[in-house]
């Protein structure tokens, strides 16, 4: 029998749905609209794609979104006064630098300038620490759409085995220390997996759950995948084909047991996390504990 397909576009209409209504909620409360503001630097298509999504993704959710765009050319104290332009905005509740940047840019010093009170994107140092102790302030989106799919489709994380292909700081290691907590979304038992592991295939077969989330266009075949297991598909990658994901899909859904495709899948719960995010920022910024 084919997998179950984790339908996260349906999902993120759904949980937009919420934060509309919170958003509404809190702005006839407070006079506030929560307002993401979102740095761009150059024009690489696929940058420009994301954040018209994440700005359409505001509109639906009666969320306030602000934009600075800046030449490719751009140098980092450019881009550093412009993130400090909207840390001092009180009208600016969270600020995304939409990634990559370009090579004259030093993306770590760009980030770490993002006050870890908007840092909605949940990369700044603190904001990880946070995390990794078990208290964060903003869960990074992508991680958060992934335990979102799998508490909404009652797919239960206590006592599994989980395999994560990828260490980035992204994805891959939060995503670990969020499965690693003392939590119903959490308590498994998580492996990361890297380029350098051996015996990988071995190691993915014995997954409860197996997250993809590595960058590599169709690597996960249907060797690597236990039989009724569930595959997360975090993969985005342009090919002369079209978008695919790390995982054949094609293939591993004749294996697996629930499956996300690729598009549609993990891609519109990371935006939706992103505005559950902006959101909580404005809520905490005003001193509104929800």
């Known amino acids: ?53 994440k700005r359409r993704a ?24 412009a993130v400090q332009t909207w840390n001092q905005d009180q009208d600016v509740h969270g600020i995304l630098v939409q990634l990559p940047l ?11 300038a993002i006050s870890p009170a908007k840092d909605v994107d ?4 603190e904001n990880m620490g946070r995390l990794m102790q078990g208290r964060p302030r903003f869960v990074p989106p992508t991680p958060a759409g992934v335990l979102q799919i799998l508490r ?7 006592g599994q085995r989980i395999v994560i292909l990828g260490r980035s700081d992204i994805v891959g290691k939060p995503l670990a220390a969020l499965l690693l907590r003392k939590d119903t979304s959490g308590n498994a038992t998580v492996t990361v997996c890297h380029r350098h592991t051996k015996n990988l295939a071995e190691i993915t ?38 978008l ?22 993990v891609g ?6 992103l505005l559950h995010n902006t959101l909580l920022a404005a809520s905490e910024q005003l001193g509104i504990h929800t």
């Open 152 to 158: 909404r489709n009652d797919l239960e994380t206590t």
């Open 268 to 273: 519109p719960m990371t935006v939706t996390m």
């Open 122 to 125: 949940g990369f700044h140092p």
């Open 205 to 242: 077969r014995s997954a409860d759950i197996l997250v993809a989330a590595m960058g590599q266009p169709r690597y996960v075949t249907t060797e690597m995948v236990r039989p009724g297991a569930t595959v997360i598909d975090v993969g985005t990658n342009r090919t002369e084909a079209g």
């Open 102 to 112: 370009p090579n004259q840019v030093e993306t770590a010093s760009v980030l770490d």
């Open 58 to 81: 505001c509109e639906r959710t009666s969320l306030g979104s602000r934009m600075v765009r800046l030449p490719a050319d751009t140098d980092g104290a450019t881009l550093l006064a």
């Open 1 to 53: 029998m084919a997998a179950r397909i984790l339908d996260g576009k349906l999902l993120a209409r759904e949980i937009q749905s919420e934060i509309r209504e919170q958003a509404e909620a809190f702005k006839a409360a407070h006079g506030v609209t929560p307002t993401l503001g979102v740095i761009l630097v150059g024009d690489d298509p696929a940058s420009g794609i994301y954040v018209k999504q």
């Open 244 to 265: 695919v994901g790390d995982v054949d899909f094609e293939a591993v859904r004749e294996v697996a047991g629930h499956l996300t495709p690729v598009p549609g899948g």
